[in-house]
């Protein structure tokens, strides 16, 4: 069973930035990875995602310019980078991994993934 584990959340004044790891048991780039986030009150929503070999990468509309997804397979990590946080980005992030072969077009939609972390706090407060 893959086990995931999410780090480097916090808090962080609005404009700021932070960089969220997705460490894994396991990864190989069989696995596609996605991130999600869930703030107060809302549905879980698929933030980035990327194929397994890293030759696609999505993004949702909302944050596209303000994020970036990468990996790093030598140390079975998975990185989310934020900046120019907003009080909107308040949310728990989850990264999630599923050895299916998906498309770009299903990447962030969360039943894709069978595998999920804990989630991680990113609160954005003055």
């Known amino acids: 069973q893959l086990q995931l584990v999410e780090s480097g959340g916090g808090l962080v004044q609005p404009g700021g930035s932070l960089r969220l790891s997705c460490a894994a048991s396991?990864?190989?780039?069989?696995?596609?990875i996605g991130w999600f986030r869930q703030g107060p009150g809302k549905e879980r929503e698929g933030v980035a995602c990327?194929?397994?070999?890293?030759?696609?990468?999505d993004y949702s509309d909302s944050v596209k310019a303000r994020i970036t997804i990468s990996r790093d397979y030598a140390q079975n990590t998975v990185v989310l980078q934020l900046s120019n946080l907003q009080s909107e980005d308040t949310a728990i992030y989850f990264c999630?991994?599923?050895?299916?072969?998906?498309?770009?077009?299903?990447?962030?939609?969360?039943?894709?993934?069978?595998?999920w972390g804990q989630g991680t706090q990113v609160t954005v407060s003055s």
């Open positions: 396991a990864f190989t780039d069989s696995y596609a």
């Open positions: 999630a991994a599923t050895k299916a072969s998906i498309s770009q077009a299903v990447c962030r939609i969360s039943w894709t993934y069978e595998h």
């Open positions: 990327m194929s397994g070999n890293g030759n696609w990468k």
